[in-house]
């Protein structure tokens, strides 16, 4: 996997380089301290996933990101910042990065990479559980547009508030191998490929 890591702390950014390339799958093309950088940095190598900084002087992190989304919609981008603030979160989901985790969950680094590799949709413990009371109802969500019943919306709702299959049977008095069934029926229907990315799907698209 070929990578990016754009950090304005030069010191950051170099540890992060030594220590990713350790695992012996990542290497990383290129190391930048700023969102034009960023920008300059994707046009130039393209990688499999652009590690970024959000704050950061002159453009930030999520202006960057746009930018490179507006020119390659296909751009992984995952954040990786000391800050948890609520309007960067939202930036980040609605934009479409493709994951956003914090600094200080140093061991998920390597692991996040690499499940945005695979296509899936990464954000820290502590990010996801934000995002159900920041992002705000739209209430003309038309489900019906997407094939959804209001049994899957149900399901969907739960995935979102972060229940298990368990403890969605639970709820809504099913069996467990019925949850996963109409899980299933979920991702399908809407392309997404895990858990993750139903949650983040309702957060975006049906309250966001």
């Known amino acids: ?5 754009i950090d304005d702390d030069k010191l950051a950014a170099v540890s992060l380089k030594t220590i990713l390339e350790s695992t012996g799958g990542i290497t990383v093309q290129a190391l930048g301290g700023s969102g034009a950088e960023a920008v300059s940095l994707y046009r130039q190598h393209q990688p499999d996933v652009m590690l970024m900084d959000i704050r950061m002087e002159g453009m930030t992190g999520i202006e960057a990101g746009r930018e490179i989304l507006r020119e390659f919609p296909d751009a992984r981008i995952l954040y990786l910042t000391t800050f948890s603030d609520d309007e960067y979160i939202i930036d980040a989901v609605r934009m479409g990065a493709k994951g956003y985790i914090l600094k200080q969950d ?3 680094i390597a692991p996040a990479l690499e499940a945005v590799m695979r296509g899936q949709t990464v954000f820290g413990d502590k990010i996801i559980g934000k995002l159900p009371d920041l992002m705000k109802p739209r209430e003309n969500f038309d489900f019906a547009a997407h094939g959804i019943t209001e049994k899957e919306r149900a399901i969907l709702e739960q995935v979102a508030a972060g229940l298990s299959n368990k403890e969605i049977a639970a709820k809504l008095y099913l069996g467990e191998g019925t949850v996963r069934n109409y899980i299933s029926t979920l991702l399908d229907k809407l392309d997404l490929r ?13 309250k966001g």
């Not at 996997?1 to 890591?5: A, H, L, S, Y």
């Not at 895990?194 to 049906?206: G, I, K, S």
Request: aromatic residues 20%; without cysteine.
């Open 1 to 5: 996997m070929e990578i990016i890591v």
């Open 106 to 108: 140093f061991a998920v």
């Open 194 to 206: 895990d858990r993750t990315q139903l949650a983040v799907f309702y957060y975006t698209e049906v």
